[in-house]
């Protein structure tokens, strides 16, 4: 590697708009936010929502079945 030429890698504190903050190096100088975290996902908490993709196929063929 180079001298002199990466980022600085810092400690920061990373807010979730959930209320939950974790502590991680960045080459970001400031603290920061974001949106969606790995404690309030989806994904992650297993709380998906499949419901809004159920009958989609049922009400496509509805709507462009032959007459």
């Given at each position: 590697m180079k001298a002199e030429i990466h980022p600085e890698?810092?400690?920061?504190?990373?807010?979730?708009?959930?209320?939950?903050?974790?502590?991680?190096?960045?080459?970001?100088?400031?603290?920061?936010?974001?949106?969606?975290c790995s404690n309030c996902h989806p994904y992650y908490t297993g709380k998906e929502r499949q419901a809004e993709a159920k009958g989609r196929v049922e009400r496509f063929r509805r709507k462009y079945q032959s007459n």
């Amino acid at each position: 590697m180079k001298a002199e030429i990466h980022p600085e890698y810092k400690d920061v504190t990373v807010g979730c708009s959930c209320g939950a903050s974790y502590k991680m190096k960045s080459t970001r100088f400031e603290d920061f936010t974001v949106e969606v975290c790995s404690n309030c996902h989806p994904y992650y908490t297993g709380k998906e929502r499949q419901a809004e993709a159920k009958g989609r196929v049922e009400r496509f063929r509805r709507k462009y079945q032959s007459n």
